[in-house]
Nanobody, 119 residues
Framework: QQQLVESGGGLVQPGGSLRLSCAAS????????VGWFRQAPGKEREGVSC????????VYTDSVKGRFTISRDNAKNTVYLQMNSLKPEDTAVYYC????????????WGQGTQVTVSS
């Protein structure tokens, strides 16, 4: 069982940075693939990035490549999403989710954190 709590969202100007955190209480996140997703008003939820449980390989959606970085801190049982060069189109509620090694389904979700990019 996992409980995930996101934090770090807020209001930032275009070109600014934020770091989102996904803290887990439960078993070690090291055994889970963790993803960040976002949902903007009126749009479907989309996958932003994920980091695998097996080898910590990472994947990014094209629109954030070169700007966002996903990482883990096993000692803190936390996954981060560093977001740089933010654009207004990055505005959304950001969610982290986890799936255990070998599972195809992200079964554990956080409550979301709002990111607003605006001048």
């Amino acid at each position: 069982q996992q409980q995930l709590v996101e934090s770090g969202g807020g209001l930032v100007q275009p070109g600014g940075s934020l770091r989102l955190s996904c803290a887990a209480s439960g078993s070690s996140l090291n055994y889970y693939t963790v993803g960040w997703f976002r949902q903007a008003p009126g749009k479907e939820r989309e996958g932003v990035s994920c980091i695998s449980s097996s080898d910590n390989s990472t994947v990014y959606t094209d629109s954030v490549k070169g700007r966002f970085t996903i990482s883990r801190d096993n000692a803190k049982n936390t996954v981060y999403l560093q977001m740089n060069s933010l654009k207004p189109e990055d505005t959304a509620v950001y969610y982290c989710a986890a799936k255990p090694s070998g599972s195809d389904v992200f079964g554990y979700w956080g409550q979301g954190t709002q990111v607003t990019v605006s001048s």
